[in-house]
């Protein structure tokens, strides 16, 4: 939902663009960190959502830690002044360039995926004269039931260190003399709406952190991850998602032996729903079965539709009239892909409207490309 004042003020700007609502942004930060809060829970954003420096400011504003999957994103949370003690750094592949970046601002863990990374880290741990703190990342097999692609706990996943090599990689962590083991990492999927997942995952946690307690080892961290997901369908009556029951739920299922942290990696949940893409119909074309409204974003500046089918709501801003005709609402690009959705329901639209792709503040924008050569799509606030 979009004020009076807010559409004047969008006529005036350069489409495509993204906007970023920040008061809703803020409601959501203080209604998450006030449910997080309840029960101790240290809450990491995870950057790669949204790592623009506005939001990155608001995150640190209310005390997030910051989730990091590259060299470029730990750097960016060391300019945005996250506290080095609240970076943590996950990804499958880290390059030396990277880890070597990680150890030189001391970041708080290092959440790694497989035996070759331990040695790796270890040895340039050495080299740098510095202990690596490092929790490990194991695949649960636990279900997320979301799309194939976004799905991350399974034993086919690239991720993760299996649950029957855990002892092993114990046992060979009492060589690799420059690494303290502080923690077990888990994440399972993301864009989760059946709370049901994310009891499993505690379920196989305990087991886990049980499995430990009888070697008498005691992680300081449990890291269960993200991957709470929103209502692309209803993004005005549903901006801010049921924190409450979320880590309610974690309360209610994960044991923890006393001591321990619990901390999550929320990336979606945190952003998705204050940002929009909004674009201009360009072309009103006929189509044989519904008509085409062609707008000036493509998947260049929003590829979830593209690449994981993915619904996102799409209204007219200028035409605030019902919605009694169908148009196939696609983008520029040179690829039929390029279609952010089909028999969309929008009151009469021509050329010069403005349209809002909702939902669009996480893995918008930093999914962003310019193939094509099509340009970026400008960042905007709310004022
Ligand atoms: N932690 C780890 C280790 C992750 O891999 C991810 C996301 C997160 C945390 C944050 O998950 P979230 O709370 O945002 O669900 N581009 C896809 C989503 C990819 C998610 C990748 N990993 C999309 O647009 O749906």
């Given at each position: 939902m979009f004020s009076a004042d807010t559409l004047t003020r969008f006529n005036t700007i350069k489409t495509p663009f993204y906007y970023y609502n920040l008061?809703?942004?803020?409601q959501t930060l203080k209604q998450a960190?006030?449910?997080?809060g309840k029960y101790n829970y240290h809450v990491h954003y995870a950057l790669k959502a949204n790592s623009n420096d506005k939001v990155l400011e608001l995150m640190n504003h209310y005390g997030f830690g910051a989730d990091c999957v590259s060299g470029g994103e730990v750097q960016r949370a060391v300019d945005c002044n996250f506290s080095s003690n609240k970076i943590v750094f996950a990804g499958v592949g880290k390059s030396d360039d990277e880890i070597n970046l990680a150890l030189a601002n001391n970041i708080f863990c290092f959440n790694v995926e497989s035996v070759a990374e331990l040695k790796v880290l270890n040895e340039l741990a050495v080299a740098a004269n510095k202990t690596a703190r490092i929790a490990l990342r194991i695949n649960p097999?636990?279900?997320a039931n979301t799309h194939k692609y976004i799905t991350t706990g399974l034993e086919e996943n690239k991720f993760g260190i299996n649950v029957w090599e855990l002892d092993g990689v114990l046992n060979l962590l009492n060589n690799l003399s420059s690494l303290e083991f502080i923690g077990?990492?888990?994440h399972i999927g993301?864009?989760?709406t059946d709370l049901s997942v994310f009891k499993n995952l505690c379920l196989r946690v305990n087991e886990l952190n049980q499995h430990l307690a009888s070697k008498r080892i005691t992680p300081k961290i449990i890291n269960v991850g993200g991957g709470l997901g929103i209502n692309y369908h209803e993004p005005d009556s549903q901006a801010i998602p049921d924190f409450e029951a979320y880590f309610g739920l974690f309360n209610q299922f994960l044991e923890v032996q006393p001591g321990q942290e619990v901390h999550?990696?929320?990336g979606r949940a945190l952003v998705a729903q204050c940002g929009s893409l909004i674009t201009k119909v360009l072309y009103i074309?006929?189509?044989i079965k519904t008509n085409f409204a062609i707008v000036d974003a493509g998947m260049n500046n929003l590829i979830r539709p593209a690449l994981y089918q993915a619904y996102h709501k799409i209204e007219n801003l200028t035409n605030l009239n019902a919605a009694v005709e169908k148009y196939d609402v696609v983008g520029p690009i040179c690829e039929s892909s390029d279609c952010f959705g089909k028999a969309v329901a929008l009151p009469p639209t021509v050329r010069g409207h403005l349209i809002a792709i909702r939902s669009a503040g996480a893995y918008g924008e930093v999914m962003a490309s310019d193939y094509n050569l099509k340009p970026r799509a400008e960042a905007v606030y709310s004022v």
């Open positions: 008061d809703v942004l803020g960190s006030t449910s997080a097999n636990v279900n077990l990492h888990f993301s864009q989760i999550f990696e929320l074309k006929n189509g």
